[in-house]
């Protein structure tokens, strides 16, 4: 059992809890931190949602010590990852990550075929990391900051910046230090376009509230929504018409930034397929939502 590890803070990453920790101990090497924390089995630590919880869980002090559960809902992307999913699989992935790496997860959302829609560096929120310190003494990884097609902090309307940490790697970045190393783009004052900061809102609210979405009413608001907008005629879905519509609605600026494609060739058959059902990652049917001015329930 561990003998101390720190508070979670307020949307704070695990992973980010566990660099802080392994820090302030000063682990060898990272290898070695990882092992301790993680288990034998582990050599390297997924920031959005880590695996072999239950190694984890089970050596923390008994005093302030926090439930699988609890850690899964507010301290990991998992919420987020699953919101399209049935109560019944849910709670199979959640016994899953217990034991299983963060694989089980990236396979049941689609994340292996759809990498592109994977964040791949850590980001932060400038005007976020100063409250921060003044709050808590330091930095660290907001989950906000981290979700799929969020490119705007939610709380004070700005992009975010990417450090050189990556969300999926062999160490433990404390967050204090990378920001420091982190740029600061001189001049860099351009407002967020107003689908991103509703984008950013709804993914959120996702996460935050764990509101679940279903795929069956998805199917049956996309089908009226693009019958109203009569690119869906008897049953047949006029694809170039629903791809061009769906490009001016969402710009292509906005398309490339959230690496959407945006071209009618590529998005006509993306519309077909999500309005059958057949993509399973959140952010695809958020983009789909907002394209048909459909809210987050």
């Not at 307020?10 to 924390?37: F, G, I, K, M, N």
């Not at 879905?237 to 609605?249: P, V």
Request: proline share 6%.
């Amino acid at each position: 059992m561990l003998g101390w590890f720190p508070e979670l803070y307020p949307d704070e990453l695990l992973a980010s809890a566990c660099a802080r920790y392994t820090d302030r101990l000063e682990y060898p090497t990272q290898h070695t931190a990882v092992r301790e924390l993680f288990g034998a089995g582990c050599s390297r630590v997924a920031y959005d949602v880590p695996g072999h919880l239950n190694h984890l869980v089970g050596q923390l002090p008994s005093q302030g010590s926090y439930s699988p559960q609890e850690i899964l809902y507010k301290h990991t992307l998992f919420p987020f990852y699953v919101s399209l999913h049935s109560a019944e699989r849910v709670a199979q992935l959640e016994r899953q990550i217990g034991e299983a790496p963060s694989t089980v997860i990236y396979k049941a959302v689609g994340m292996i075929q759809y990498r592109k829609r994977c964040v791949e560096l850590l980001r932060f929120c400038l005007k976020c990391a100063l409250e921060d310190e003044v709050l808590y003494g330091e930095p660290y990884w907001h989950r906000n900051h981290q979700l799929p097609g969020v490119l705007v902090c939610t709380k004070h309307g700005e992009f975010l910046r990417p450090t050189k940490v990556t969300m999926h790697g062999a160490c433990l970045m404390r967050a204090k230090y990378e920001i420091q190393r982190s740029p600061i783009p001189a001049g860099n004052d351009s407002k967020p376009d107003r689908i991103l900061v509703e984008l950013a809102n709804d993914a959120r609210r996702i996460l935050e509230d764990n509101i679940h979405l279903s795929l069956f009413l998805l199917r049956q608001q996309y089908r009226v929504q693009l019958e109203a907008m009569r690119v869906l005629r008897k049953g047949r879905l006029l694809t170039e018409k629903a791809a061009d519509g769906f490009i001016n609605r969402l710009s292509p600026s906005v398309l490339q930034r959230l690496s959407f494609d945006s071209h009618s060739k590529g998005v006509g058959p993306w519309i077909k397929q999500i309005a059958a059902g057949h993509i399973y990652h959140p952010l695809d049917h958020l983009v789909m939502m907002r394209y048909l001015q459909i809210p987050v329930p």
